[in-house]
Every structure is written in C-alpha cells, then in structure tokens.
C-alpha cells in the first residue's frame, strides 16, 4: 500500500489544484484545472483503499501452540476425566461429612464450577506468562495435597458447626468456603487447559474434537470413578 508520506503529498496536490485562482483562465483551462483535482483526489483515495485492503488481508500474528495437536487430545481427555471423577470422589467425602446429600451435591458442584469459570476467564491472561505444562503439573500437585484435607473433612465440617452460627444458612455458608478454599485451587488449576487448547486449536474442526473428547473424558471419568474405581480403592 502507499505510504504516508505519499497520502499527504497527494492530498496537498488536490487541495492546490481546487484550491488555486482561477481567475484569468479560459474555459478550457479551468476544465483542466478541476480535472486534475479531480485526478489527484481520486489517486488519494485508491491510495487509502489498497492501504486499508493491505491491513484487512494482512494475516494477524499468533504464538505456537502449546503443545502438539496430539498432545492435546490427550490432555483434554485426561482433565475431563479427573475432574469428573474427582466431583464423584470429592460428592462421597462431601455426603459423609455434612450428612446431607443435597446440601453436599450443591456445595460439591459450586466450588468445581466457579474456578472451572475463573480459569477460562484468567486464561488468556495467563496465557503469555505461564506455560501450560507448569498449570497442569501445579493442578496435579493441589490434588494430591488437597486429598489429605478432603478425607479430614467431616473434622472441618464439625468444627464450622460449632462456631456458634446464628442460622443453619450461616453452617452451609462456612461450608461451602471451606470446601471452595480446599479443592477450588486444584480445579482451578486443571481448568486452564481446556480453554487454552481451544485458544491454540480455535477452527472449528480441531475445536470441535477437544470439545468432544473433553466431554467424553469427563464422562468415563464419572462411570469409571463411581462403578470401579471407588468400589475396589474403598
């Protein structure tokens, strides 16, 4: 496209000739002189066009990917497997701990959703200052120091309700913060990889076998955690 200093050349070329005298002039001269006024707004304007079409077609400048497509499609697999199966896992400890089941699955499901929410927020953010390995490799670290608190949950649980809560929403209250404070950051964590894949692989092809593999992971997860794994591990 034409650079500015080109623009403005031009555009002073137009403005001289509409804006010169033209008194002293025949017809014919005057015809001449607003066609090259013509001429040059005319040049002005294809100028600024094939800028603008140069900007438009001009591809914009993405980072690599994170990992290989193949990787990928493992890891979407493998973070909605473990987060399925540890809502399953974690819904058990829950139930056993607040003896209700309802109160339990409500608690259980908002502190996994709200940092899943967090963590496709936050990720393009992170995106340039953390690498998608390290995330991973931190959520897999939190599970494994967070299990130690869920299986001392019922401990926890007790504790809150003998804070002299003036309601029974004030016990579900501190419930649902504790248990948010013990297994939000590891949900957080794992989060991240789902959206940040789906940044790497946006066309819809690709996306679309993240999208389905990660529902099915979660899927077996679920099955397999709750008719398998938690029977046998006990």
């Given at each position: 496209?034409?650079?500015?200093?080109?623009?403005?050349?031009?555009?002073?070329?137009?403005?001289?000739?509409?804006?010169?005298?033209?008194?002293?002039?025949?017809?014919?001269?005057?015809?001449?002189?607003?066609?090259?006024?013509?001429?040059?707004?005319?040049?002005?304007?294809?100028?600024?066009?094939?800028?603008?079409?140069?900007?438009?077609?001009?591809?914009?400048?993405?980072?690599p990917p994170s990992v290989p497509f193949r990787s990928a499609v493992l890891l979407v697999f493998v973070t909605g497997f473990t987060t399925?199966?540890?809502?399953?896992?974690?819904?058990?400890?829950?139930?056993?701990?607040?003896?209700?089941?309802?109160?339990?699955?409500?608690?259980?499901?908002?502190?996994?959703?709200?940092?899943?929410?967090?963590?496709?927020?936050?990720?393009?953010?992170?995106?340039?200052?953390?690498?998608?390995?390290?995330?991973?490799?931190?959520?897999?670290?939190?599970?494994?120091?967070?299990?130690?608190l869920v299986e001392r949950m019922d401990r926890i649980a007790a504790y809150v309700s003998n804070l002299e809560m003036s309601s029974y929403?004030?016990?579900?209250?501190?419930?649902?913060?504790?248990?948010?404070?013990?297994?939000?950051?590891?949900?957080?964590?794992?989060?991240?990889?789902?959206?940040?894949?789906?940044?790497?692989?946006?066309?819809?092809?690709?996306?679309?076998?993240?999208?389905?593999?990660?529902?099915?992971?979660?899927?077996?997860?679920?099955?397999?955690?709750?008719?398998?794994?938690?029977?046998?591990?006990?």
């Amino acid at each position: 496209g034409a650079n500015l200093s080109v623009v403005v050349e031009e555009t002073g070329n137009a403005i001289e000739d509409f804006l010169e005298p033209l008194e002293g002039l025949d017809v014919t001269q005057r015809g001449h002189r607003l066609v090259d006024a013509q001429d040059d707004g005319h040049l002005l304007v294809a100028q600024l066009l094939e800028d603008q079409r140069g900007n438009l077609e001009q591809p914009r400048s993405a980072s690599p990917p994170s990992v290989p497509f193949r990787s990928a499609v493992l890891l979407v697999f493998v973070t909605g497997f473990t987060t399925f199966g540890l809502e399953v896992a974690w819904f058990r400890s829950l139930r056993a701990s607040f003896l209700s089941t309802t109160e339990s699955f409500a608690i259980m499901l908002a502190s996994v959703l709200i940092p899943l929410a967090l963590a496709a927020q936050l990720t393009p953010w992170l995106r340039p200052r953390v690498g998608a390995g390290i995330l991973v490799s931190l959520g897999s670290l939190a599970i494994l120091l967070c299990t130690p608190l869920v299986e001392r949950m019922d401990r926890i649980a007790a504790y809150v309700s003998n804070l002299e809560m003036s309601s029974y929403s004030g016990v579900l209250a501190g419930w649902f913060l504790v248990s948010l404070a013990i297994l939000g950051p590891a949900m957080f964590l794992v989060g991240t990889a789902l959206p940040r894949l789906l940044d790497d692989f946006s066309d819809a092809a690709r996306a679309g076998v993240l999208y389905g593999l990660n529902t099915f992971g979660a899927v077996c997860g679920s099955l397999v955690t709750a008719w398998v794994l938690l029977p046998w591990l006990g």
